[in-house]
C-alpha cells in the first residue's frame, strides 16, 4: 500500500496551461500537487498530469467546488491551498505547514503583498478592504485578507461542514474556524502578477459578485461546526 504524502497543495484549476509549469515545479519535495481541474479547455489537466501531479475532476464550476473536491480527495494529514495562476509561490506554504505541525496554530493564511502595482488591480483590493471590515464585524478577527495560500489539518477542515461552493468558501472556512475556536494567523507573502486573465477580481463585476457571495457566508447562522483543531 503506497502511503500518503506528507502533505496535500489542492490547486483549483480552470484554463491555466501556461502557469502550470511554474507552478508544479514550485511545489516542495516530498508534496503531492492536487490539480482539481474544473472544466478546462486549454489542456491544463492533460499538463499537469505530465508534470507529476494528481488529477481531480469537478464539473460543478465554482471556486469552492474545486477547493473542497481537492480537500475531499487528499489523503495527508495537512492540506494546503494555492492559487493555480503563479501570482503565489507553493515554496511559501512550507512555514505555514510548521505552524501546523508544531501545534502554533489551526489555520495559516498569507496576507498578500504586491510586487508590482499590475499584480493587485484596484476592484480586487476594493473587494479585499470591505470584507476585511466585514468579516472583524463578524468575528472579531483582524485579518487583512483571505487569500488562497492556506494550510491546516485536513479532518478538522472537513468536521466544519463548509457549504459554499463559490467565491465565499475561502471566508466560509475562516468564518467557521473562527466559531470552532481555532487559532487562526495571517503572514505576508509576496504576491505576483498573475499569469493569464482572473476569472474572479479581473473585473469590477467579477470582483463585486465575489463580495455579494461572501456577505452571504457572512450572515449566516453561526455554527459550532467540527469543535477545535487539536
Known sequence: ???????DVVLPCLNEADALPWVLARIPDG????????????????????????????????????????????????????????SLDPVLL??????????????????????????WPAQAHAGKLALARMLRRRTG????????????????????GLTDRRSGYPLQMVVRAADAGWRIVEHDVPYLPRTGASKVTGTWRGTWQAVRDMSRVLHETPTPAGGTAR
Open 1 to 7: 500500500m503506497t502511503s500518503p504524502p506528507d502533505v
Open 31 to 86: 508534496w503531492r500537487a492536487l490539480v482539481v481541474d474544473n472544466g478546462s479547455t486549454d489542456g491544463s489537466a492533460e499538463i499537469a498530469r505530465a508534470l507529476g501531479a494528481t488529477i481531480v475532476h469537478e464539473p460543478r464550476r465554482g471556486f469552492g467546488a474545486a477547493c473542497h473536491s481537492g480537500l475531499a480527495a487528499a489523503g495527508a494529514d495537512i492540506v494546503c491551498f494555492c492559487d493555480c495562476d503563479a
Open 94 to 119: 512550507v512555514p505555514f505547514v510548521d505552524e501546523i505541525r508544531s501545534g502554533e496554530a489551526d489555520l495559516v493564511l498569507g496576507r498578500r503583498s504586491p510586487r508590482t502595482r499590475s499584480a
Open 141 to 160: 478577527l483582524r485579518l487583512h485578507d483571505l487569500g488562497p495560500l492556506r494550510a491546516a489539518r485536513r479532518d478538522p477542515l472537513l468536521a466544519l
